[in-house]
């Protein structure tokens, strides 16, 4: 896919693309990022018995789904396998871990950012 990059007419970029080709079987494991002000977005390659966990900081809430292969999901005391086109959204503040279960496995995960939404409307 190609995608051609247009910048606004104040010459600034608005929006950030997520570059990364996981449908490629030959693809080393590897992580492609892009955090905005609220949302991290991720797309993570991964084999058999690799995991991906973050850092002891407080996430916020995470939605994600898999598109290659199977994985486990340690997160909020509870364990999930999930196989491509399932998914599972994920408290706050809840520690999380995925492991690759098959060959090769790719997540799409987004991410909020706690330390970084604005404050209730009143508050």
Request: aromatic letters at 4%; hydrophobic letters at 35%.
């Amino acid at each position: 896919m190609t995608m051609t990059l247009q910048q606004s007419g104040d010459g600034l970029r608005h929006c950030e693309r997520l570059e990364i080709d996981w449908q490629d079987s030959t693809s080393p494991s590897q992580t492609a990022l892009v955090e905005g002000e609220h949302l991290a977005i991720a797309i993570s390659v991964l084999h058999r018995g690799e995991r991906s966990e973050d850092a002891p900081q407080p996430q916020g809430e995470e939605v994600a789904t898999v598109l290659e292969g199977e994985f486990l999901v340690e997160a909020a005391g509870e364990r999930y396998e999930l196989s491509p086109g399932e998914g599972i959204i994920i408290p706050p503040r809840e520690p999380r871990v995925w492991t690759c279960l098959s060959e090769r496995g790719a997540l799409y995960r987004v991410i909020t950012h706690l330390d970084r939404l604005p404050p209730p409307e009143g508050a």
